[in-house]
């Protein structure tokens, strides 16, 4: 590779990039991050290449952690317990480590699809202005949270099980990390002797002079390894693990590694798993004869140290123990079986990493460097793709999605295992021991019934028929259940070894339970096998063990309040702390998604059975459920049943709004909202006390009326005092019918409620946030110009329209920076008219009128700001800190810090605070002539039941006897204030026009951010503030945008996830009137409807012979709003297209041109499979797998039986791990700043803190695992990388989904690392798995197509495939001309590539017609003396020198015939190093060495800037002349406080 040479000037252009200050955020508290990786660069990891060898300058452990365990056979838990700490191993801190790097782009996370992030705001790095970072570093929606143990006990405590041995790396004793020194500048860290830059090298690399020396190693130990970039404390806990000896019957002892904060039970789990003792479930532990305490920490256990001996002690059974065993035993006899994945239960999901990879990856690394030296170009490799996946083709089959596993072949070990009818037994059989009766048929169909009693298990006498409870000959009495089947049935007894020999190799996280259900929209025709756990569980109320504990059903108010009061002084306790809120969490989303599914298959009793189905009310298993319909015309003025449908999101997102900021003291419910079968469903926790009082009495703070009657309280107003910074909330005063003044600090909404627990809780938080004017068209209210020129303001079809908190941040962010440049230029003038006149600015005034605006300036005034360079915003700095450095004694000083407060809508005269008012224009409400208030509250059932009025949920309407205001009313003396709130909401409203959504286009047309489908993009939105009821303003947008050829792809997504979204609408509605019995036939209707060709779809109803006479009675128990008609059948294409249409046009503003789907792929260039995975994806429909024909006129695409199931679509709120995060954060800094091996510890504890809160499995493990692998590649230890990779593939497609956006980075990142480990038949299997997952998903022309066509192309021109590799390669440049326009270093690039393989094909006339297109690029773009140009011209020379001797050797031929003397054409093979290379750079990586003077000056800038940073740091504590930041983040609260956005590393960007 040529080494890039850099002059000293392109230092310091490299010293602003690395100081560079994002735009958008704001806030003193920035450390130097690195500038943004150029556009046109693909992510990538870097292997630094010297000279010759491939692995030049590394000398690594091949693996970096202890992982390994004494266990032969077991998979032991690591990482997981409260204290414990990952440190480097003893190996590795010997090591010579690689040349420190600064790495420019080391994960640029805004190509994975769930977390797109701004371009040009790295967040996540450094969390800034804590309450206002939420816009700058949003969160994926798709977090997943923590159900983890796979086979439970019932004193589970949220441990990940006995899963993870060696999957999670941990070693002990580390050497502690030390603290910051507080209130001393941290040194600057040495600075790296070699950056790392993106691909095509940016702007300020072009034009370069000079050779310098080659890199220099440099050390490591300057910088302090704790330094933090939030100031908070990083604790590093130590323990020692050690080895025990377990003693079980009937094996050999073997040892056991534990840590000393486990629990005695993880070793119980851990036994559970083993394959040889996985049969036993009810046994104790005994040391020297002593039994040891379940709940006990092993740290606390007397006599227990290295190399005691436990024994494991059968113990005798209870029929909650032989209950419990019955369950494990079907669970192992399960284990292989994925028919609980396709069903959607116990937290089970799919994977199919292994069907592509043969098994484990962990074999090859490092240590096989002969293998690697020889290379395995010779060996045959079959590389020829299924034909689908040829670049062209149009076949989008959907079968090989979920390609069949060998291991899914049921290895058959009985026919039946159920309860037998004979269950209970009888008392006098109580009284000998009889616990339970088993019915079993063998595999060789022999049947027998069996005994659970308090001793074991044995066969007894009885049949079917006839009940004999003796025990039979010969008299088997087994303490396992697996042992007495062993002994009566051979294949039994082989195959269910087999089968846990099969299971203990699956790698864990195949089948650890993910913390949340994941649901599949497609699956296979499965036969329906007889199983009587899950017969069980249907028809019972628990949720598995859980509910195995004294009082049956659980109290979830009190335990989702009693996890959050848990102490969070220190870690440990915060760790305890987030594991618990996280655990019960997970369990309260599972049982709420439960029962809402229950109440609408009508198997729960209505609390108000006499009201009509609409208005019931549901409690089940202490949760109370009530639908999204409008009673009674509570909403008429604000959308009837649309407003109505609409208010409970509104409410969850509140309630994970104050959940984030986590106030002491304040309290939320536990909620979920369910979609299912056409309905909304919210799940609440129940406050204590609330069901027995009036709602008079309970309501102490807000108003149960709208506005009418409000109260307050000085402690409600204490506690949401606290909240009002981080989300920008007035306290304001509003008045009561009685027109007194009432003091608030949310929306009147808002009610507070002390429950019998004396607990504050908050409820109908739907109002959080301020209006959206764009949607809420205010008589006499006149929007400002960008608003009035977009069409707006437009009548939406419910008034509940609320900013996004993501807006709100962006919009107060914009602000401060408006502000730090009015107060800043006004001082500057100031001290300079000082200088020239000390008179001239006698009063204050300023010199100019532009500089002090009279009314707030619009939003397009920071525009400016948005895209500025970063010495622009370096400018706002330094202004910031000039600001900073005024003590603020002087007047004038003062006076212009007025203005600027004023200018910018600042609620402070003397500090920038920016806030809303929540109630301004908050919409008018009825009254009817008795005064009873129509509007309903989204809380608790009141008494008595006559007088409910519910909308949403329940809680009793007040009756009110006053005159009917309309909308919140505010005193006189306010009048000035809401005025200026007025004029900031019209500014926020302008805002999103003017600045985020042309911001979004801009990001979309640079490839900043990549959306692969509609939740991606949905995501991108949301991060933005962005709601999707603009998504038409975007489209219209993109439409008029100059780059509309590169934004053919948001265009199409776009397109796509509107006439999705609109057909969901309408599903929604099409789906209530349906009854249970026609569901499918419903089902497949409208997908016939919507997406066959078939001109005239015909409905199949229910067979009339099976349709009830007597249809006309009532009945009760039907899903609310069902009429039991079947008016759904009659539904036609071009009424639903016309719908569709309509729909688009009335909710998005969007005119589609398509009268049918043939109509709308044409025009749009969709595809019909896409349609069908987003419909099925956001409507809950599971299909069957198999190929539909839609394009066919002769036949409906879909049948009834093609409808498998329909699920819920759940939301819910992510409790977050803030101190794991912290490490992170950390680690990514460090990484920043090139200190690779520091950061790869920080992310290493980050890992075993994430473990620690969410168990085994969750997205933000998975992005810290995608680092941890992108680190050991570029440190040459790709053994670690391959392991961690392979982690976060299987985690993706867990937790994820099989064919989400970002699994489908991750199996392109595992290709790379499986390629440098020479595993090249493995890595093309992954490309092409992850090319068909693109196509499927989106289609052939998206930008990452080009990245991974480039990828395909490279490896088959590596095993020199060369005409399949040019397929590849040609299709990447044409997708990368398109997207990248045909002068950009990106195609040059492809040009290369292509005439490589030209070259190598001898076809020397097409390679010298690319490599010149190449070099023309490079030309025109970076300059002759460019090293890029300069390689591209020798590398032209030497294609010329071949054609030539070609041409003259043809030459020969033509004049001497055959007889010719001719040498033989050499075609070589190009080397796997070079190959490697090649991918590296495409993939986005470049070294550039630097000599040591150009360091020298580097490292003086950067410690230069630390200390400005610093000095303004501290005078900023000590000061605060503008109270823009919070309170150091230091105290718990604070930490907590974090934005949850902020806090989520899935969706940091890991780029520089």
Not at 1049 to 1060: F, M, P, R
Not at 1185 to 1198: I, M, N, T, V, W
Not at 1248 to 1269: D, K, S, T
Request: net charge negative.
């Amino acid at each position: 590779m040529a080494w890039a040479q850099v002059c000293a000037s392109c230092c310091w252009q490299l010293a602003e990039a690395v100081l560079r200050t994002p735009p958008g955020v704001g806030g003193e508290e920035r450390t130097p991050l690195l500038g943004p990786a150029p556009a046109s660069q693909s992510p990538g990891p870097l292997i630094q290449r010297g000279p010759g060898t491939p692995n030049a300058g590394f000398s690594c452990p091949s693996s970096s952690f202890s992982s390994s365990d004494p266990l032969s056979g077991g998979i032991r838990k690591l990482g997981l317990s409260t204290g414990s700490s990952s440190t480097w191993s003893p190996g590795a801190t010997g090591a010579s480590w690689p040349t420190t790097v600064l790495l420019a782009d080391l994960e640029q996370d805004a190509r994975q699809g769930e977390c797109a992030l701004p371009r040009a705001v790295p967040a996540g790095l450094v969390p800034v202005k804590p309450e206002a970072s939420r816009s700058s570093s949003p969160g994926p929606t798709s977090c997943m949270g923590a159900r983890v143990v796979a086979e439970a006990r019932p004193g589970d405590t949220g441990f990940a099980g006995p899963e993870l041995e060696s999957w999670l790396p941990r070693c002990h004793g580390g050497p502690e990390t030390p603290e910051p020194r507080r209130g001393q500048p941290p040194t600057a860290p040495e600075l790296p002797s070699v950056m790392l830059l993106n691909g095509d090298c940016p702007e300020s690399l072009k034009r370069e002079e000079g050779a310098t020396e080659p890199p220099r190693e440099n050390g490591l130990d300057e910088a302090e390894a704790g330094e933090e970039t939030t100031g908070q404390e990083v604790i590093v806990i130590q323990d020692t693990g050690f080895s025990v000896k377990i003693l079980a019957p009937g094996i050999e002892p073997f040892s056991l590694q534990v840590s000393p904060q486990e629990m005695v039970q993880e070793i119980h789990q851990v036994l559970m798993d083993r394959e040889d003792t996985c049969h036993r479930t009810c046994f104790s532990l005994h040391l020297d004869g002593n039994m040891l305490d379940h709940f006990s920490e092993l740290r606390s256990v007397e006599g227990l140290q290295e190399g005691s001996v436990l024994r494991v002690v059968e113990e005798p059974y209870t029929v909650r123990e032989a209950r419990i065993h019955v369950r494990h035993v079907r669970d192992l006899l399960k284990s292989l079986d994925p028919s609980d994945a396709f069903n959607g239960v116990d937290c089970n999901s799919l994977s199919f990493l292994s069907v592509f990879t043969d098994g484990d990856l962990g074999g090859s690394g490092p240590s096989d460097s002969g293998k690697r030296k020889k290379g395995l170009e010779m060996d045959p490799i079959d590389c020829t793709p299924p034909e689908y996946i040829l670049p062209g083709s149009r076949e989008r089959p959907l079968c090989p999605l979920q390609p069949q596993n060998r291991d899914w072949k049921p290895l058959q070990c009985l026919k039946v295992l159920t309860m037998s009818g004979w269950n209970p037994p009888p008392g006098n059989r109580k009284m000998h021991g009889d616990l339970m009766y088993l019915f079993v048929i063998t595999a060789e169909d022999r049947q027998v019934s069996i005994t659970a009693s308090t001793r074991g298990f044995y066969l007894n006498q009885s049949t079917a028929y006839h009940f004999n409870p003796k025990p039979a000959s010969p008299r088997f009495l087994s303490h396992s259940l697996v042992e007495l089947l062993n002994q009566i049935s051979p294949t039994f007894k082989k195959n269910f070894a087999v089968l846990q020999k099969k299971r203990v190799q699956r790698h864990p996280f195949e089948r650890i339970a993910t913390p949340f259900q994941v649901y599949s929209w497609t699956a296979p025709q499965a036969e329906h096998a007889m199983d009587c756990v899950r017969a069980e569980d249907a028809y019972t109320s628990r949720l598995g063990y859980e509910e195995h504990i004294p009082g049956q059903t659980r109290d979830w108010n009190e335990e989702l309040q009693t996890t959050r009061e848990l102490p969070r002084k220190n870690l440990p306790e915060r760790l305890l702390r987030e594991r618990a809120i996280f655990k019960v969490h997970s369990d309260f989303t599972a049982a709420a998604t439960r029962g809402a599914m229950a109440v609408i298959d009508g198997n729960v009793m209505a609390i108000n059975p006499s009201e009509e189905t609409k208005m019931q009310m549901f409690i089940w298993n202490n949760i109370f459920f009530s639908l999204g319909f409008d009673v009674r015309d509570h909403y008429k003025d604000f959308g009837g049943d649309v407003a109505a449908y609409v208010a409970p999101t509104n409410d969850l997102n509140g309630v994970r709004t104050y959940n984030a900021v986590d106030v002491e003291g304040l309290y939320t419910l536990g909620t979920v909202v369910v979609d299912y079968r056409g309905y909304r469903v919210t799940a609440q926790s129940i406050i204590p006390g609330i069901l027995e009082r009036d709602q008079e009495q309970s309501v102490i703070y807000g108003s149960i009326d709208f506005g009418k009657t409000v109260v307050s309280h000085p402690r409600y107003l204490e506690l949401l005092e606290r909240t009002s910074r981080p989300l920008k909330i007035l306290r304001h005063r509003v008045l009561n019918d009685r027109d007194e003044e009432v003091e608030l600090c949310s929306s009147v909404e808002c009610k507070g409620i002390i429950g019998n627990d004396g607990r504050h809780y908050i409820l109908d938080l739907l109002r959080t946030f301020p209006p959206d004017l764009n949607f809420l068209p205010v008589p006499g209210e006149g929007l400002p110009e960008e608003c009035t020129r977009a069409g707006f303001p437009r009548a939406h079809r419910h008034k509940l329209c609320c900013l996004r908190q993501e807006l709100v941040d962006a919009f107060v962010e914009h602000r401060y920076l408006l502000f730090m440049k009015l107060a800043a230029l006004q001082l500057m003038q100031q001290k300079a008219s000082k200088l020239e006149s000390p008179t001239s600015l006698e009063n204050g005034s300023l010199p100019s009128p532009e500089s002090k605006p009279k009314d707030p300036p619009g939003p397009e005034a920071g525009s400016e700001e948005e895209g500025s360079s970063a010495s622009g915003l370096a400018k706002v700095k330094e202004l910031a800190e000039t600001i900073a450095s005024d003590d603020g004694t002087d007047p004038r000083s003062r006076e212009v810090i007025r203005n600027a407060c004023k200018a910018v809508g600042s609620i402070s005269s003397t500090a920038f605070d920016v806030r809303f008012n929540p109630d301004i224009f908050s919409p008018g409400k009825r009254w009817d002539r008795a005064g009873t208030v129509l509007w309903g509250s989204s809380w608790g059932p009141v008494h008595p039941p006559e007088r409910w009025h519910l909308p949403l949920l329940p809680f009793c309407l007040a009756q009110a006897s006053a005159l009917p205001p309309a909308g919140v009313r505010f005193p006189e003396s306010c009048q000035e204030e809401v005025r200026d709130q007025k004029q900031l909401l019209k500014d926020a409203a302008a805002f999103l026009l003017s600045c985020q959504i042309p911001g979004l286009v801009k990001d979309c047309a640079d490839h900043a951010v990549l959306p692969m489908d509609g939740a991606t993009l949905a995501e991108v939105m949301r991060q933005r503030g962005i709601n999707m009821r603009y998504l038409g303003k975007v489209l219209d947008l993109v439409l008029r945008s100059p780059a509309r050829d590169q934004l053919d792809h948001i265009y199409k997504i776009g397109i796509g996830e509107l006439i999705t979204r609109s057909a969901k609408h309408i599903f929604k509605t099409y789906l209530q009137g349906v009854e249970l019995s026609g569901l499918s036939a419903a089902i497949s209707h409208f997908l016939n409807c919507f997406l066959s060709s078939y001109p005239n779809p015909v409905a199949h109803l229910p067979a009339d012979e099976l349709v009830s006479k007597k249809r006309n009675r009532r009945r009760r128990n039907r899903p609310p709003g069902a009429a039991d008609n079947t008016a759904w059948a009659v539904m036609t294409p071009q009424e639903l297209w016309k719908n569709i249409c309509q729909e688009a046009k009335n909710y998005f503003d969007f005119s589609l041109e398509c009268e049918t789907v043939d109509q709308a792929v044409e025009t749009y260039g969709l595809q019909k499979i896409t349609l069908l995975r987003e419909i099925s994806l956001k409507t809950g429909i599971q299909i069957l797998l198999k190929e539909y024909s839609f394009d066919s006129r002769h036949k409906p695409a879909f049948t009834e039986e093609d409808v498998l199931n329909i699920f819920p679509v759940v939301k819910h709120v992510n409790p977050k791990a803030s101190d794991a995060f912290h490490f992170f954060q950390s680690g990514q800094a460090k990484v920043q700043q090139g200190f690779l091996k520091e950061g790869c510890e920080l992310i290493n504890e980050a890992l075993n803190l994430f473990n620690n809160v969410y168990g085994a499995m969750h997205v933000e493990i998975c992005a810290c695992l995608r680092l941890l692998a992108r680190l050991h590649y570029i440190m040459g230890d790709y053994a670690e990388a391959l392991s961690n990779q392979q982690k976060a593939v299987l985690m993706s497609e867990r937790v994820m989904g099989i064919e989400h956006p970002n699994t489908i980075q991750e199996y392109m990142h595992l290709a790379l690392y499986c390629f440098a480990s020479s595993q090249l038949s493995t890595a093309l299997n992954l490309l092409y798995r992850a090319r068909y997952l693109t196509l499927l998903v989106f289609g052939e022309d998206h930008p990452e197509m080009a990245l991974l066509d480039n990828n395909i192309g490279l490896v088959l021109h590596g095993v020199m495939e060369c005409d399949l590799s040019l397929r590849f390669l040609e299709n990447a440049l044409a997708v990368s001309t398109k997207y990248h326009g045909p002068k950009s270093l990106k195609v040059a690039l492809s040009h290369h590539l292509v005439a490589r393989v030209y070259e190598s094909k001898a076809e020397f006339r097409s390679a010298l017609q690319h490599e010149k297109e190449g070099y023309t690029i490079y030309k025109t773009q970076l300059g002759e003396d460019h090293e890029k140009t300069k390689e591209s011209s020798e590398y032209l020379k030497c294609l010329t020198q071949q054609a030539v001797a070609l041409q003259r050797t043809m030459n020969e031929i033509y004049r001497n015939g055959s007889s010719a003397n001719i040498p033989p054409l050499k075609f070589t093979a190009p080397s796997m190093a070079s190959v490697l290379e090649q991918l590296n750079v495409i993939n986005g990586i470049l070294f550039i060495p630097l000599s040591q003077k150009d360091l020298e000056n580097l490292k003086a800038e950067v410690a230069r800037r630390h200390q400005l940073q610093e000095a303004s740091k501290n005078r900023d504590k000590a000061e605060e002349p503008m109270a823009t930041e919070p309170e150091p983040a230091g105290a718990p609260e604070d930490v907590a406080s974090q934005p949850q956005a902020a806090k989520d590393p899935s969706s940091s960007s890991f780029q520089g």
